[in-house]
């Protein structure tokens, strides 16, 4: 059984040669970029990579979908330039493709915050859709935070982590905070959805108290409980970035 692995990247070179070297078992990589400034794209050329580069940025969904019609192996892994497979997912990967009868399989993802890994606070188990069989599932045409849709098929999870090197620093979450709620509101902008200051605060609040409380983040320390205000800013934050933009389109319109 063959094994395509897809990534999007911009800006990566930091993460992209250890991401690249923990999927070497694969037979094909593809790495589509979005006009890196870096040396994204050359250090994904050197390993071995088959890399289109892309000028303009349709969103996550629509890139994601450009990677995958570019692979052409039975199967397809889908990961991340900041996340890395760990030989034992390696291994159980090539089992599931060559030995198990489902078409598409979870993947358990554990997150790094600051250095600490976030075992609570609604990060873990955190299950990811990521390695299908080409052909029977796409990307959603979502902006931001796009699924996997499986045409057909069975579906069940494996056992091994993903990891997950996302937020090295506060600033990095920042940085993705504000791209996603821009990109997140502007597209519930254009399907209609309604939002007010109300909201958005109750949603802060709201999503504070289930990932601290409920959730359990309060078991991860000091550094569980910056996780679970920065989500409860998220959440606000997205909320209230769709009332800014509601507003002014209501005030051109009078």
Known sequence: MSLSVIIITKNEETNLQACLES?????????VDNSSSDNTRAIAAAFGAEVTQTHTWPGFGPQKNLALSLASCEWVLSIDADERVTPELAAEIRQAITHRGADAFDIPRLTQFCGQWIHHCGWNPDLVLRLFRRGQARFSDDLVHERVLLSSGA???LNSRLLHYSYPTPAHYWRKLE???LAWAEQSHARGKPSSMPRAVTSGLIAFIKSYFFRLGFLDGSMGFAVCAMQAQAAFGKYFTLYCLNQHHASKKS
Do not use: C, G, K
């Open 23 to 31: 999927v070497s078992f694969a037979d094909q990589w593809i790495v």
């Open 155 to 157: 579906r069940t999870r």
């Open 179 to 181: 791209q996603y709620s």
